[in-house]
């Protein structure tokens, strides 16, 4: 009786372990499935590349006197920064960074463009971004 019990045991604990690596395995390639896929559709291709400014040049600090707001996106591979006046984007500044360093989130956001609402939450962001 005892050995039985014991051959029952063993195929019990057999069967458990592998109906967890099964499942850590699942869990792996589901993972790395759909961070493929983010990472395929937050990278730009080349072909794709716009320019960041169409064709004005950046502003300077004394040029915006009044800003409503300013905007963070992921462009080119840099994060441009534009400010809002008046209903009117124009760009100021990009700043460089490491896409692949930035969360997963972070480049979702920053797809979508960041608003930051004075010059603080700016320098916020950019002491965020840049360090």
Known sequence: MAKHFFKSLMLS?????IAVLVGYL?????YRYQTDKLTEALTPAAAEAQPITE?????SEDQVTKADYYIARFENGDIAIYVSSGGKESFLYSLDVWARDLPAEDMVRLRE???LKNKQELASFEEDFTS
Do not use: R
């Not at 604990?13 to 372990?17: D, G, P, T």
């Not at 064709?55 to 502003?59: E, N, R, V, Y």
């Open 26 to 30: 699942a869990y792996v390639a589901a």
């Open 113 to 115: 463009g960041i608003v």
């Open 13 to 17: 604990i057999i069967v458990f372990s």
């Open 55 to 59: 064709s004005a040049p950046p502003l």
